[in-house]
């Protein structure tokens, strides 16, 4: 319940904000994650998942034929891995709210429009789970990285669009208890529509 009042309370301030300021477009978006945890060469050996994501965008030109934009987001990500050593696997179940004040660069080719997308972010933990032992208390809750992405979009103001992200966690997100450190790492392939 937690989760679904977080993404309409962001769909609803996100939708206020872009007609405030003018949007050009104001987008929703969900796909899949494809998470991982980096383990730097040491134990445990991290597998990759496969998740989904969905969130809001809105995207504000200083002119509405500019090509450089910036396009905050507000994207909910399940995340995680699946941890092997030599006792055992072990899976984390994450989420997080997360945050992305993406500057975008659009090459406008009329119908259809590539363009490509980066900047940092700042994540919340929506919530954990590690089975069989779930110790959470060892997993940060916050996060931060780089997001970067490329997609197409078609269309005119109404439009759809697809896109492609990988994010790269800078924050190691265990406890030094935990005896490893590991980062975030996810894969995003994400569609959406835009108006």
Same mark, same amino acid.
């Given at each position: 319940?937690?989760?679904?009042?977080?993404?309409?309370?962001?769909?609803?301030?996100? !939708?206020?904000?872009?007609?405030?300021?003018? !949007?050009?477009?104001?987008? *929703?978006?969900?796909?899949?994650?494809? %998470?991982?945890?980096?383990?730097?060469?040491?134990? $445990?050996?991290?597998?990759?998942?496969?998740?989904?994501?969905?969130?809001?965008?809105?995207?504000? $030109?200083?002119? %509405?034929?500019?090509?450089?934009?910036?396009?905050?987001?507000?994207?909910?990500?399940?995340?995680?891995?699946?941890?092997?050593?030599?006792?055992?696997?072990?899976?984390?179940?994450?989420?997080? *709210?997360?945050?992305?004040?993406?500057?975008?660069?659009?090459?406008?080719?009329?119908?259809?429009?590539?363009?490509?997308?980066?900047? $940092?972010?700042?994540?919340?933990?929506?919530?954990?789970?590690?089975?069989?032992?779930?110790?959470?208390?060892?997993?940060?809750?916050?996060?931060?990285?780089?997001?970067? @992405? !490329?997609?197409?979009?078609?269309?005119?103001?109404?439009?759809?669009?697809?896109? @492609?992200?990988?994010?790269?966690?800078?924050?190691?997100?265990?406890?030094?208890?935990? @005896?490893?450190?590991?980062?975030?790492?996810?894969?995003?392939?994400?569609?959406?529509?835009?108006?």
């Amino acid at each position: 319940m937690r989760k679904t009042l977080l993404l309409v309370g962001g769909l609803a301030f996100a !939708a206020a904000l872009s007609s405030e300021a003018g !949007a050009q477009t104001f987008g *929703v978006k969900g796909g899949l994650s494809f %998470p991982t945890l980096s383990d730097n060469g040491q134990l $445990p050996v991290f597998k990759r998942q496969t998740r989904f994501a969905v969130g809001v965008h809105m995207v504000l $030109p200083s002119d %509405p034929g500019s090509m450089l934009m910036f396009q905050p987001e507000l994207l909910y990500s399940r995340q995680g891995a699946l941890a092997s050593n030599q006792v055992g696997e072990t899976e984390f179940d994450l989420s997080y *709210v997360r945050l992305t004040p993406n500057l975008r660069l659009t090459v406008p080719l009329g119908g259809v429009q590539p363009y490509f997308l980066g900047g $940092p972010y700042a994540a919340w933990r929506a919530s954990c789970e590690m089975a069989p032992v779930s110790n959470c208390n060892e997993i940060s809750r916050t996060d931060w990285g780089l997001d970067l @992405g !490329a997609g197409i979009r078609f269309g005119g103001k109404t439009g759809f669009f697809v896109e @492609g992200r990988y994010a790269f966690g800078l924050q190691d997100i265990t406890d030094r208890d935990a @005896g490893f450190n590991s980062k975030n790492r996810v894969a995003l392939a994400l569609v959406g529509v835009s108006f």
